[in-house]
């Protein structure tokens, strides 16, 4: 009987979602500062300052951004940002958006009519896989089931 409980509670940790907090900054928000969060952040009004997080942040088409910098694992720009952006695993400009600063990246997305002016950095992301150690076909293989998962 002690094996079928600790099966079961093994299959219900596993089924549980990881809970991520969202916080969203209304359009009567003004930020100024430095602000620095982990999980998920929406922007609908104005900031200025720099923004840091190992989460996600998204700015929606309301809102008016001037930063120093945005470092980020993810960003969704809609509206309008002026200032560098780091993104750890990708940027996103989708359609109406302005953004003026350099982008550092590993993967980019831009929509038709953005108004982008600045220069992309790619970032390359690591394998883990020893290129010496496999066949060409396997590489292929691995990166292409890389590529398709979700990050």
Known sequence: MQTDNKTENTVTEKEEPVKKNLTVFGQ??????ELEF????VITGKFKGKITSSGDLEIDKTA?????KIKVNSVVISGK???????KERVEMCSGSRITGDVVTSRIRIADDVDFEGQVSMLE???DIDLFSVASDEF????????????
Do not use: R, W, Y
């Open 38 to 41: 982990t999980d998920s952040l």
């Open 64 to 68: 008016i951004c001037n930063v120093d």
């Open 140 to 151: 292929k293989q691995a990166l292409v089931i890389k590529s398709d998962m979700p990050h």
């Open 28 to 33: 009567e928000t003004e930020f100024d500062g």
């Open 81 to 87: 940002v002026t200032g560098n952006i780091e993104a």
């Open 125 to 127: 992301e690591n394998t």
